[in-house]
């Protein structure tokens, strides 16, 4: 059996960012592209400014959001292609240590 890789940082930023019930709620939000202000996800999910921007920073980290400056707002949306090459490594990560079983 081979030893697995450890996780890189980027792809442990990536699932820390997805452990939390609150920001997975957040990522929901971004559906169909949309993009919004740290106050606007904080009206959505019911959470202070200030929360609202430190979990919108854990998923930036994770790569899971974008941000823009817009003038004096920042508006987040939800970034694909990071998304998908978090998955990706997960996924060779995985198959590494847990492979499937042959046909």
């Known amino acids: 059996m081979t030893t697995p890789p450890a996780l890189d940082g980027p792809a442990r930023d990536f ?12 990522m929901t939000l971004f559906a169909g592209g949309k ?3 740290v106050g606007e996800v904080a009206g959505c999910c019911g959470l202070g400014q200030s929360t609202a921007s430190e979990q919108l920073a854990i998923l930036r980290r994770g790569g899971l959001v974008t941000a823009t400056r817009d003038g004096k707002l920042v508006r987040y949306r939800a970034d694909p292609a990071s998304i998908g090459t978090r998955l990706t490594e997960l996924q060779g990560y995985l198959a590494c240590c847990c492979p499937p079983p042959e046909g």
């Open 15 to 26: 699932l820390k960012a997805l452990a939390s019930e609150t920001r997975q709620q957040i």
């Open 35 to 37: 993009q919004l202000t």
